[in-house]
């Protein structure tokens, strides 16, 4: 190698193509030699016309060093760390390295979330050894007709269906492999000899299973969301090559809490009352919360009652015992308790706790607008639009928390990479949440539906436009049913066929009413969700990641999200198109 000496030190006069040049947008790059070793100077800015007109046969001369001064040319006198972090910086995280080669067992696996993990994971690293889904079926060969119907023959794999043509299913059926059981059972519901065979294989466990209704029995709540992540936990333990443990909560474990909400684990016995109660020195006056005894507490209540009321009860129970201690509804009650379980019981396991905010449809991957079901915001947009639901009861500058699921699944394998990688004891936790980075205000939201359904009204029954009018936001539940009431009172009024319509407008009624409980706890919320950790994970990721496996869900924008994005794909993958 030619080289200069520039103040005894060694430099290589290295020439550059021109079409690396342009890709690296023009950036003067000087190779440093000295002791044997070798870095890189970039130094920023688009080249000057002098050094441009240098250009010659494809190639440049870099400019001269004779102007660099001793310090610039001096070796960095780098720590351990500092070595450390350029390899993070230069090489990212390393993902897909990762999860090559990978054997995952994921749970909730029909479910969306997973879904969209299922495909990502599949798409963009071809290269993982197997994923077993845990299904719950009867037997075989219903686990493999979901497997067909619920995850292989759904839009969402339509990338990879284009590109494998007639290997698709071969491909498919390589990968992903059906597992008859139920995280409701006693060692999974599955088979002695095929737990044992997964166990010996199974790199990775993801469980995403979850009951995610809000007034669901107390007993088949704790049954899932409580006692199921300790099943999962239990079957981790005998994985003996396991690098991670996934789990999948929710960001509104935090219950009724305030302010901006850090990424901590629960701890048994804490509950959000006595938290809360702390600030005014009256803790006392609070139970603590103790997660076995819950489980006496609603198994034992179950036994109590008849078979006739034993449905209500529990429901009831579940609502009075969440509340009790802090958390909004059964739910996230019964998901909070699964995690105090998780850490209580993890003893060696690497944990990774992910909590999503509200998951709505997808941003860019891999169909923009993506959705099965109806997420949160999703009934009141319909209903809004079929002139149904004239008012939300919300705060108009409070916040919605949503984060589009494709950002999530992104988030979890950039997780799972950076502590699979490492294998060692501990807990994380993640918020992927958008209300302290890049919040969604409620008045913002109700201005964007009724932008959409302004310019692209449903149709009724005779295919004539549904006028809608810009909603009315109230702020409290009284203003909000007063106004209701007043509203179905002068429908019924000026109807040409009352009673017939008088029904239609009771019913409309109801559903506002139903509506409105369901949701309060969530459209009042006064919790914002840090996100500290996610944005750490962010600036470990490599330009090249930043580009597949995005989750900074500070860059969306919300109105062309909503508007553009999330809304057709309601209409069209869960409404099928109906009233357009």
């Known amino acids: ?124 690293v071809p290269e993982v050894d197997k994923i077993y889904l845990l299904i ?17 023959d759904t839009e969402l794999f339509v990338h990879m269906r284009q590109f494998y043509g007639k290997s698709y299913m071969k491909c498919m059926l390589n990968k992903l492999v059906p597992v008859v059981g139920n995280v409701g059972e006693s060692r999974l519901g599955m088979e002695v000899e095929f737990a044992d065979h997964i166990a010996n294989e199974v790199d990775i466990i993801v469980h995403s299973a979850g009951n995610t209704n809000f007034n669901e029995r107390y007993d088949v ?90 449905t209500q009860k529990m429901q009831d129970l579940g609502m009075e015992r969440a509340r009790m201690y802090g958390w909004q509804d059964t739910y996230v009650f019964t998901k909070a308790m699964g995690e105090m379980m998780i850490e209580s019981q993890r003893e060696e396991i690497p944990v990774v706790i992910i909590r999503p905010s509200i998951i709505e449809s997808t941003y860019k991957e891999p169909i923009p607008g993506w959705i099965e079901g109806l997420r949160m915001m999703d009934p009141l947009l319909i209903y809004y639009g079929k002139g149904e639901l004239t008012a ?38 993640y918020h992927i949440a958008s209300s302290v980075v890049n919040p969604l205000v409620y008045q913002d939201l109700c201005d964007y539906f009724f932008d959409y359904f302004n310019s692209s009204p449903y149709m009724d029954l005779q295919r004539r436009p549904i006028k809608i009018q810009p909603a009315k936001v109230f702020n409290s539940m009284d203003d909000f049913h007063t106004h209701i009431q007043t509203e179905a009172v ?66 969306v924008d919300w109105k062309d999200y909503i508007c553009n994005i999330h809304i057709p794909g309601v209409l069209r993958h869960v409404q099928k198109g109906r009233g357009l």
Not at 137 to 150: H, Q, S, T
Request: glycine share 6%; proline share 3%; charged share 25%.
């Open 1 to 124: 190698m030619n080289c200069l000496n520039v103040h005894g030190i060694s430099t290589a006069s290295t020439l550059l193509h021109r079409n690396d040049l342009w890709e690296e947008k023009k950036r003067k790059v000087i190779r440093l030699c000295y002791n044997g070793k070798s870095r890189n100077l970039t130094s920023s800015g688009d080249l000057t016309s002098t050094e441009l007109g240098s250009i010659k046969s494809d190639k440049i001369h870099l400019p001269s060093l004779n102007n660099l001064s001793i310090k610039e040319l001096a070796p960095l006198q780098q720590t351990k760390e500092t070595r450390s972090r350029e390899v993070v910086n230069s090489n990212g995280i390393g993902i897909v390295p990762f999860l090559t080669g990978r054997v995952f067992l994921i749970t909730g696996a029909t479910g969306f979330l997973a879904k969209v993990l299922i495909e990502k994971i599949l798409r963009t």
């Open 136 to 152: 719950k079926a009867n037997d075989k060969d219903v686990a493999m007709e979901r497997l067909m119907k619920e995850i292989v």
């Open 221 to 310: 709540a704790i049954d899932v969301n409580t006692l199921g992540p300790c099943r999962m936990l239990s079957f981790a333990k005998r994985c003996k090559g396991l690098k991670l443990f996934m789990h999948v909560s929710t960001a509104y474990t935090n219950g009724q809490r305030k302010g901006v909400i850090s990424e901590k684990p629960f701890r048994n016995g804490e509950s959000i009352t006595r938290e809360l109660a702390a600030f005014e020195n009256c803790m006392s006056s609070f139970p603590i919360l103790d997660v076995e005894a819950e489980i006496k507490v609603a198994f034992d209540a179950r036994n109590a009652f008849q078979d006739n009321i034993v």
């Open 392 to 429: 939300f009861p919300v705060d108009a500058k409070g916040v919605i928390d949503a984060v589009p699921a494709d950002m999530v699944v992104n988030a979890m394998l950039a997780a799972m990479a950076k502590h699979g990688a490492v294998g060692k004891p501990g807990l994380r936790v």
């Open 490 to 555: 002068q429908r019924s009024a000026n109807s040409p066929q009352e009673i017939r319509f008088s029904k239609r407008v009771q019913r409309s009624l109801d559903l506002a009413k139903h509506l409105a409980k369901l949701y309060e706890p969530y459209t009042f919320y006064e919790g914002r969700f840090d996100n500290t950790n996610v944005q750490m994970l962010i600036k470990e990721l490599s330009e090249e990641e930043k580009r597949h496996f995005d989750f900074d869900v500070g860059s």
